[in-house]
T-cell receptor, first 110, second 112 residues
Framework: GESVGLHLPTLSVQEGDNSIINCAYSNSASDYFIWYKQESGKGPQFIIDIRSNMDKRQGQRVTVLLNKTVKHLSLQIAATQPGDSAVYFCAERHYNKLIFGAGTRLAVHP | KAGVTQTPRYLIKTRGQQVTLSCSPISGHRSVSWYQQTPGQGLQFLFEYFSETQRNKGNFPGRFSGRQFSNSRSEMNVSTLELGDSALYLC???????????FGPGTRLLVL
């Protein structure tokens, strides 16, 4: 399928390592944040979300951290696998609209 | 449970034509949102429908329109196509307005 983004920042990791993908969001009033994963030729797939009244949320192999002071969101993936290779987007909900970041490409090497 | 489905998956049109894209949400989901994705602009919000009413709209010209039916299925229409409308059009559904959105595979539109 066509590339999601031709000039996205890329994070390269070794299989089995932990990955940390960062996102700076724009609006202090945003109340809800989501991470999506998009593989080539597919639509974004929901990974994990967090509300603004929390600073950490854990899922299966993934953790999202929210720092409202500096408007920063991160996604941590434990024991990264080749199947984790994709583009990852953060999204913030601001006045009832989802605003997506530009995305980060995660490349997992064996 | 079946995911969000979009038809057609691929479409080629010429400038000046119009196009209608269809989206069937996850069963039980009542809200449908549409997004345009391009390499240059990323994912941009078009509009959101809930209970057959447009609840939210992004910054796109009036050539982009949509509607939602009583069974929650949605269509979006683009009239007088321009080359810049070439993109992946994504539909996402959620249980209710402003809940977590789940995306379909998209319709890839190429305008020649």
């Amino acid at each position: 399928g066509e590339s999601v983004g031709l000039h996205l920042p890329t994070l390269s990791v070794q299989e089995g390592d932990n990955s940390i993908i960062n996102c700076a969001y724009s609006n202090s009033a945003s109340d809800y944040f989501i991470w999506y994963k998009q593989e080539s030729g597919k639509g974004p797939q929901f990974i994990i979300d967090i509300r603004s009244n929390m600073d950490k949320r854990q899922g299966q192999r993934v953790t999202v951290l929210l720092n409202k002071t500096v408007k920063h969101l991160s996604l941590q993936i434990a024991a990264t696998q080749p199947g984790d290779s994709a583009v990852y987007f953060c999204a913030e909900r601001h006045y009832n609209k989802l605003i997506f970041g530009a995305g980060t490409r995660l490349a997992v090497h064996p | 449970k079946a995911g969000v489905t979009q038809t057609p998956r691929y479409l080629i049109k010429t400038r000046g034509q119009q196009v209608t894209l269809s989206c069937s949400p996850i069963s039980g989901h009542r809200s449908v949102s549409w997004y345009q994705q391009t390499p240059g602009q990323g994912l941009q919000f078009l509009f959101e429908y809930f209970s057959e009413t447009q609840r939210n709209k992004g910054n796109f010209p009036g050539r982009f329109s949509g509607r939602q039916f009583s069974n929650s299925r949605s269509e979006m229409n683009v009239s007088t196509l321009e080359l810049g409308d070439s993109a992946l059009y994504l539909c996402a559904s959620s249980l209710a307005f402003q809940e977590t959105q789940y995306f379909g595979p998209g319709t890839r539109l190429l305008v020649l």
